[in-house]
């Protein structure tokens, strides 16, 4: 199977910005550094303070492999304003 695709999308809020930079930072190491994970953080443009987390993996079985820290995603949480968008895309063989 190919390559898969997972995005989180959501909008956080305006006045913790600053908290959520520093926080992306973490996640960042967190994910490539300790996991050895594909994953960024972008922002929308145009629209300010609505981010996007893209993670890639190399097949399905790495996906399924994935976990959250708990810490960093509870911190996360707590920024965000509104709902996340979840997609899960994969490459056909």
Known sequence: MGKVIF????????EKREEYLALTQAMKNHFRTENGR????FEV??????FTEI??????DEYNQLE???????????????KMKYSTLIEPD
């Open 45 to 50: 443009k145009g629209k300010k303070n609505s």
């Open 38 to 41: 594909e994953y960024s953080v």
């Open 68 to 82: 959250d820290n708990d810490d960093l995603v509870g911190q996360l949480e707590t920024l965000i304003s509104g």
């Open 7 to 14: 995005s989180i999308s959501y909008d956080i809020v305006p």
């Open 55 to 60: 993670f890639i993996f190399k097949n399905i």
